[in-house]
């Protein structure tokens, strides 16, 4: 009994700060997204009204809402894929016996990841400057035409999923490093000897040894681009015509620019409700994967 009360002891700090700073605010978010909570409700507490499910049903009949989704949809299902085989790529290499300065690449790889994001946004915007960028420097003086990167709906948000990748990618590869050193070298030196193929062992023991870090990776790798927001924002605001506006960034001009924070909420929670469903797919893909 006193082991047990003991070990919520130890536990009870950190339950109290998730509390504080987590359940606290996601309920607060999920009552004000059934009420009409507002600039004027902020002022006098008095105008607060419960609207029930309204705020839903406004933001699912909201045109600009469906093309916020279709563009985070965009992004999550180019950039994801993407940015798992950079990962994926990155870690096979650095897991070769044929590598050499695995802890300066290592470090190089993973150091987009710390860097501050709307300060390496602002970096890649003047990169992809039309007139002054080096990217445009670089395909003028290969003899082609500059191209109007973020100002040109077609290649906005692709330049957008390249930046979004090349900042991400290096912690999957992390974690995927870890995992690929988790495997016994016995199984691939007996395959070796087998006569099993570079691409034989890949496929029959790397990635099915994988899958459980590959599962985690993915699903933290899409809840985190659906979350698509500073990026558009420094880069372009969300255009040219929309091309790289989010659900986010719906939520985010909804609470803090018309303040309507009770629409704001409700977007919140069906952009959780999105990620669920992604989530479960991907499970459901996994274990199909595992019983094949």
Not at 53 to 68: D, G, I, K, S
Not at 135 to 159: C, I, K, Q
Not at 221 to 244: D, H, I, K, N, W
Request: hydrophobic residues 55%; positive net charge.
């Amino acid at each position: 009994m006193k082991v047990r009360h003991a070990a919520w002891g130890f536990v009870a700090p950190a339950l109290c700060v998730i509390g504080l700073f987590f359940a606290l605010p996601v309920f607060a978010a999920l009552l004000l997204s059934f009420t009409d909570f507002d600039l004027y409700a902020l002022a006098d507490l008095g105008n607060l009204r419960f609207v029930g499910l309204a705020n839903y049903v406004e933001v699912l009949q909201t045109p600009l809402f469906w093309t916020a989704l279709a563009n985070t949809l965009y992004f999550v299902g180019v950039g994801v894929p993407l940015s798992l085989t950079l990962a994926l790529g990155a870690a096979l290499l650095l897991d070769s016996r044929l590598a050499r300065w695995k802890g300066f690449f290592r470090t190089a790889l993973f150091a987009p990841v710390v860097t501050t994001i709307v300060a390496v946004a602002v970096v890649f915007r003047y990169l992809f400057h039309t007139r002054y960028g080096l990217v445009n420097f670089g395909l003028t003086s290969l003899g082609f035409e500059p191209v109007d990167w973020l100002g040109d709906a077609d290649w906005s948000m692709p330049t957008i999923i390249v930046f979004a990748a090349w900042k991400n990618f290096g912690y999957s590869m992390i974690i995927l490093l870890a995992g690929l050193q988790a495997i016994p070298s016995e199984l691939h030196e007996a395959a070796r000897i087998d006569g099993a193929g570079a691409w034989q062992r890949l496929r029959h023991i790397t990635l099915p040894l994988l899958a459980p870090t590959l599962l985690v990776v993915s699903i933290i790798t899409v809840a985190g681009y659906f979350q698509l927001f500073a990026e558009p924002y420094v880069m372009t605001r969300g255009g040219p015509l929309q091309s790289t506006y989010s659900v986010l960034f719906y939520m985010y001009d909804e609470g803090f620019k018309w303040w309507n924070l009770g629409r704001a909420s409700a977007t919140a929670f069906l952009l959780f409700v999105l990620i669920l469903v992604a989530t479960g797919l991907l499970l459901r893909v996994s274990r199909r994967w595992s019983a094949a």
